[in-house]
RNA sequence: GUCCCGUUCGUCUAGUCUGGUCCAGGACACAGGAUUUUCAUUCCUGCAACAUGGGUUCGAAUCCCAUACGGGACGCCA
């Protein structure tokens, strides 16, 4: 049996996490089974734009590297994959109920009649579910528009859906649809509701409302696609053998609805940002490149020295929102002290430190890394000091900060001329706190 | 209220189907510590869980039942 699976959001005008996670429990099986993955608009019964409602849909599934083989933009042989524009369809099946003397008129909308047996509800999750469907439901609203309900199992026949993945909250809808699917005369699919995603504090599922709940806010601030993806993968569905980074290859290889967890999952946007902090470190350095220099499109500096204060930051980054600050002081020569910072420093004595080093950079002109490492060593073998009583200070006078990159790298990167000028001023600005 | 689903460290999870190798493993977070190169990196160590009560069994995190708790659904929303 040929695999088909579909993503049916509705455009809302927001993409919400846990409907990317949906998507892409359905698009890992598809691809795992080398079935087709389907994105089908449910937008009935919504006023609203649908089409820059549904762009935010696309947008965020291109963005998470999440194709579709039938739907809006590459079409397929189901079309349309608007439900607003199936109607024709939607009317062709409720006939089908119709003759089965399967529904009735009641102020003016149409109802289906229940059977009221209990419906199994094959799942492939959570094992065989019984549930009881007790009261009549309306499949056409009395404006004549069809529910979802009924235009969700009609188009899950129409476009021969074979394993329906979908969240938790719809496993109690289920039996409304098993008793569609049978009055339509339909195989009934395969079932697999995935866990909720519930908000980081507090009780009950994300909402739109919760802070992190968007996937265009994830972009917004910055984050590798890739990471959020791995991290979603992983809420509700594991390897098994305590991995956690994977390429999505291997993700696909090893997906099966089977291993996924019936466990609700609550989101943790700390281990988020730690899987991002690993993806920008391990990015090659073409792309950071890449991507640094747009983030960084405003600054006005040599391309070289862009590139080179970049490559160094790549360690330390842990995410590309930060970017921008991490290495602002690379291009801003007017530094600014913050006192108590400068009166903390004291202890190192700072104005000797400064002069020490400043006395090796005037007469010094290999700037490499090794020989930055020596000649620290040097000063601090000669004035009974460590290492790092000249890092603190240095660092503070060349860029106003306590945490950056490696030092050596940094001052080479800054080369000679500009740490001399940032020295100098450093020892006028401070001299009269220090 | 009715129905459905679930319950392993604070969080995500491995282990549960096929009971013994689990005084329960990994990761995040947190707390200590290390690096004659500093820091937000890296590395090491530590803290920390089988919801409760019954039962089955020589033996239960693993099987069964009940209770509690959590989540979801009960719309002419999707």
């Not at 009924?150 to 969240?167: C, E, P, Q, T």
């Not at 993700?251 to 609550?266: G, S």
Request: hydrophobic share 40%; charged share 30%.
């Amino acid at each position: 049996m040929e695999v088909r699976v579909r993503f049916a959001p509705s455009p809302t005008g927001f993409f919400h996490i846990g409907g990317a996670r949906t998507a892409l429990f359905n698009w890992l099986y598809a691809r795992h089974r080398g079935g087709k993955f389907i994105l089908r608009i449910e937008d009935t019964d919504l006023e609203r734009n649908i089409r820059e409602a549904t762009d935010v849909i696309l947008d965020g599934m291109r963005w998470l590297g999440m194709d579709w083989d039938e739907g809006p933009e590459v079409g397929g042989d189901c079309g349309p994959y608007f439900q607003s524009q199936r109607n024709a369809v939607y009317d062709e099946y409720l006939e089908i109920l119709r003759r089965k003397d399967c529904v009735y008129e009641r102020d003016g909308a149409i109802f289906f009649r229940v059977s009221q047996e209990p419906q199994l509800i094959d799942d492939l999750i959570r094992g065989p579910v019984y549930r009881r469907e007790e009261k009549d439901f309306v499949l056409y609203r009395s404006n004549g528009t069809p529910v979802f309900h009924f235009v969700n199992v009609v188009d899950d026949i129409a476009m021969k859906i074979s394993h329906v993945i979908r969240g938790e909250d719809h496993l109690s809808n289920s039996s409304k649809h098993v008793e569609l699917f049978r009055a339509l005369g339909a195989t009934v699919p395969k079932f697999a509701h995935i866990p909720l995603i519930l908000k980081t504090n507090g009780s009950g599922k994300m909402s739109k409302r919760d802070k992190g709940a968007l996937v265009e806010d994830y972009r917004g601030h910055q984050f590798l696609p890739e990471a959020l993806r791995n991290y979603l993968c992983l809420l509700g569905w594991s390897p098994k053998d305590n991995r956690e980074i994977m390429p999505i290859e291997e993700v696909i290889r090893l997906f099966d609805l089977c291993d996924v967890n019936k466990n609700n999952a609550r989101f943790d946007d700390e281990k988020l940002s730690h899987m991002n902090a690993i993806y920008v470190k391990n990015m090659p350095l073409d792309r950071f490149l890449e991507r640094g220099k747009i983030l960084l499109s405003g600054i006005d500096a040599d391309k070289d020295y862009l590139e080179k204060v970049l490559a160094i930051c790549q360690e330390k980054l842990r995410s590309f929102e930060e970017l921008k600050h991490f290495v602002s002081y690379f291009f801003a020569e007017d530094l600014e002290y913050d006192a108590e910072l400068c009166s903390t420093l004291k202890r190192y004595d700072p104005v000797a430190r400064i002069g020490e080093f400043l006395g090796e950079v005037e007469s010094v002109t290999d700037f490499s890394e090794a020989n930055l490492e020596r000649i620290i060593g040097e000063l601090g073998k000669k004035h009974g000091l460590r290492a790092r009583d000249y890092i603190h200070t240095l660092r503070f006078a060349l860029s106003g900060r306590t945490v950056g990159p490696s030092f050596y790298k940094m001052v080479g990167v800054m080369g000679r001329e500009r740490v001399r000028k940032r020295l100098s001023r450093a020892l006028e600005k401070g001299a009269s706190q220090w």
